[in-house]
């Protein structure tokens, strides 16, 4: 990772107010209702799971073992917040907002982030397999060993990104320029681009990355 491009970390409170279960499933639900912010908690076991709470919002939060598996949580945000093994599994999150943020051991197995904006956010060891970012925008994302198999990248517009040591076999990146991009130590077999994988021209490979890229332009490396 780049010394002078890293994600700001986000700024968390000292004594936030702990919620817990059904508790702090009712109180989000509740400021969701309500149209207010849930600012300074630490909200621990929420099931939110099928519910609808579109334009939701956190600040200086942590989220700990919080579901909202097929939750829609259109144009949520996400400021100052640290998410800490939640279940995002097919929940709608399309334009939705991320600042500061960091993304511990979650599951976001076919989540939707189509169109959201992320900026300085830290996603590690996390499952995102088939989970869609088509026409996102990533300005100091990192991936740190992260499962991304099958995910959609297409039409995105990336700034200082990376992806560190993540499993990208499968993933879609139609329309997402990856020039100056490191994807060393990244599993790449069976990734997808445009014509020629001109998404790809500039991008940073190992040996087993620049193999796999070969067979998907049909050349045969002896």
Wanted: glycine letters at 10%.
């Amino acid at each position: 990772m780049s010394t002078t491009q890293k994600p700001t970390p986000p700024l968390l409170p000292e004594a936030p107010e702990l919620l817990e279960g059904a508790e702090a499933g009712q109180r989000l639900y509740a400021l969701a209702s309500q149209g207010e912010t849930a600012a300074q908690m630490h909200l621990k076991g929420a099931d939110l799971s099928a519910e609808q709470l579109p334009e939701i919002s956190f600040s200086h939060c942590i989220l700990e073992g919080c579901r909202f598996a097929g939750t829609s949580l259109q144009k949520a945000s996400f400021t100052d917040c640290a998410l800490r093994s939640c279940d995002f599994s097919g929940a709608d999150v399309t334009d939705a907002y991320f600042s500061r943020c960091t993304v511990s051991g979650c599951k976001l197995l076919g989540a939707n982030l189509n169109g959201a904006m992320l900026h300085s956010a830290v996603f590690t060891d996390s499952n995102l397999r088939l989970t869609c970012f088509e026409g996102a925008g990533l300005e100091r994302v990192h991936f740190v060993r992260c499962t991304m198999a099958g995910v959609l990248l297409s039409g995105m517009k990336l700034k200082a990104p990376a992806f560190v040591e993540c499993d990208l076999s499968g993933a879609c990146f139609t329309g997402t320029l990856l020039r100056g991009v490191d994807l060393r130590g990244c599993t790449l077999t069976e990734a997808s681009a445009g014509e020629q994988l001109r998404e790809f021209r500039g991008a940073i490979v190992d040996v087993e990355g620049a193999v796999a890229l070969a067979k998907l332009l049909g050349v045969e490396i002896r």
